[in-house]
Protein backbone atom coordinates (compact mmCIF):
# COMPACT_ATOMS: atom_id res chain seq x y z
CA UNK A 1 0.00 0.00 0.00
CA UNK A 2 1.45 3.52 -0.92
CA UNK A 3 1.83 5.74 1.76
CA UNK A 4 -0.42 8.87 1.89
CA UNK A 5 -0.88 11.92 4.19
CA UNK A 6 -4.40 13.16 4.93
CA UNK A 7 -4.90 16.36 6.56
CA UNK A 8 -8.18 15.89 8.60
CA UNK A 9 -9.39 15.64 11.96
CA UNK A 10 -7.81 12.40 13.53
CA UNK A 11 -11.32 11.45 15.48
CA UNK A 12 -13.06 11.64 11.78
CA UNK A 13 -10.40 9.35 10.50
CA UNK A 14 -10.83 5.89 9.40
CA UNK A 15 -8.12 3.87 9.61
CA UNK A 16 -7.10 0.40 11.23
CA UNK A 17 -5.34 2.07 14.15
CA UNK A 18 -5.16 5.77 15.32
CA UNK A 19 -2.27 6.50 17.55
CA UNK A 20 -2.75 8.83 20.04
CA UNK A 21 -0.18 10.74 22.46
CA UNK A 22 -1.21 9.66 25.84
CA UNK A 23 -0.64 10.59 29.38
CA UNK A 24 1.19 7.88 31.39
CA UNK A 25 -1.33 7.76 34.00
CA UNK A 26 -5.01 6.58 32.58
CA UNK A 27 -6.53 10.11 32.24
CA UNK A 28 -7.53 12.82 29.31
CA UNK A 29 -7.44 15.94 30.23
CA UNK A 30 -6.79 18.35 27.24
CA UNK A 31 -5.95 18.69 23.75
CA UNK A 32 -5.79 15.55 20.87
CA UNK A 33 -5.92 12.99 23.78
CA UNK A 34 -9.68 14.77 25.43
CA UNK A 35 -11.09 14.84 21.48
CA UNK A 36 -9.82 10.79 21.01
CA UNK A 37 -11.62 9.70 24.10
CA UNK A 38 -14.85 12.24 23.84
CA UNK A 39 -15.20 11.10 20.07
CA UNK A 40 -14.65 7.23 21.66
CA UNK A 41 -16.87 7.23 24.17
CA UNK A 42 -14.84 8.54 27.26
CA UNK A 43 -16.67 6.37 29.96
CA UNK A 44 -15.73 3.10 27.95
CA UNK A 45 -12.39 4.26 26.66
CA UNK A 46 -11.56 5.65 30.15
CA UNK A 47 -12.23 2.49 31.73
CA UNK A 48 -10.09 0.08 29.46
CA UNK A 49 -6.84 2.09 29.82
CA UNK A 50 -7.82 1.85 33.09
CA UNK A 51 -6.87 -1.49 33.29
CA UNK A 52 -3.64 -1.03 31.42
CA UNK A 53 -2.48 1.50 34.15
CA UNK A 54 0.37 3.36 34.00
CA UNK A 55 2.54 3.63 30.93
CA UNK A 56 6.45 4.26 30.95
CA UNK A 57 7.71 6.93 28.68
CA UNK A 58 8.47 5.23 24.92
CA UNK A 59 5.85 2.35 25.52
CA UNK A 60 2.75 2.02 24.02
CA UNK A 61 -0.42 -0.01 25.18
CA UNK A 62 -3.34 -0.96 23.04
CA UNK A 63 -7.24 0.04 23.42
CA UNK A 64 -10.34 -0.66 21.37
CA UNK A 65 -11.34 2.57 19.00
CA UNK A 66 -15.12 2.08 20.26
CA UNK A 67 -16.80 4.97 18.49
CA UNK A 68 -14.31 6.20 16.23
CA UNK A 69 -13.55 4.77 12.58
CA UNK A 70 -10.71 2.54 13.66
CA UNK A 71 -10.21 -0.65 15.24
CA UNK A 72 -7.59 -0.09 17.76
CA UNK A 73 -5.68 3.62 19.48
CA UNK A 74 -2.13 2.83 19.94
CA UNK A 75 -1.49 5.14 23.01
CA UNK A 76 2.21 5.86 23.16
CA UNK A 77 3.79 7.93 25.91
CA UNK A 78 6.78 10.51 24.76
CA UNK A 79 8.89 12.04 26.37
CA UNK A 80 9.10 15.30 28.31
CA UNK A 81 11.66 17.78 26.69
CA UNK A 82 14.50 18.95 29.22
CA UNK A 83 17.16 19.68 27.13
CA UNK A 84 17.49 16.70 24.61
CA UNK A 85 20.44 14.91 26.53
CA UNK A 86 17.86 13.27 29.26
CA UNK A 87 17.45 10.54 26.79
CA UNK A 88 14.40 12.65 24.89
CA UNK A 89 15.65 11.68 21.42
CA UNK A 90 15.60 7.76 22.54
CA UNK A 91 12.10 7.85 23.77
CA UNK A 92 10.95 9.53 20.85
CA UNK A 93 12.21 6.61 19.02
CA UNK A 94 11.31 3.96 20.88
CA UNK A 95 7.69 5.00 20.95
CA UNK A 96 7.40 5.32 17.07
CA UNK A 97 9.22 2.03 16.35
CA UNK A 98 6.71 0.06 19.10
CA UNK A 99 3.45 1.74 17.39
CA UNK A 100 4.91 0.71 14.18
CA UNK A 101 5.81 -2.57 15.34
CA UNK A 102 2.43 -3.22 17.17
CA UNK A 103 0.36 -2.09 13.69
CA UNK A 104 2.15 -4.43 12.59
CA UNK A 105 1.10 -7.17 14.72
CA UNK A 106 -2.48 -6.39 14.75
CA UNK A 107 -2.15 -6.71 10.43
CA UNK A 108 -3.26 -2.64 10.53
CA UNK A 109 -3.09 -1.48 6.71
CA UNK A 110 -3.68 2.14 7.61
CA UNK A 111 -2.59 4.40 10.85
CA UNK A 112 -3.35 7.67 11.45
CA UNK A 113 -1.59 10.23 13.51
CA UNK A 114 -1.70 13.55 14.29
CA UNK A 115 -4.28 16.18 15.15
CA UNK A 116 -7.60 17.64 15.77
CA UNK A 117 -8.23 20.62 13.89
Request: glycine share 8%; with cysteine.
Amino acid sequence: MPFKIVRNDITKVKADAIVNTANPNPICVSGTDLAIYEAAGKEKLLEERAGIGKIARGDIAVTGAYNLKAKYIIHTVGPVWTDGLHHEFEILEDYYRKSLQKALELKCESIARGSVL
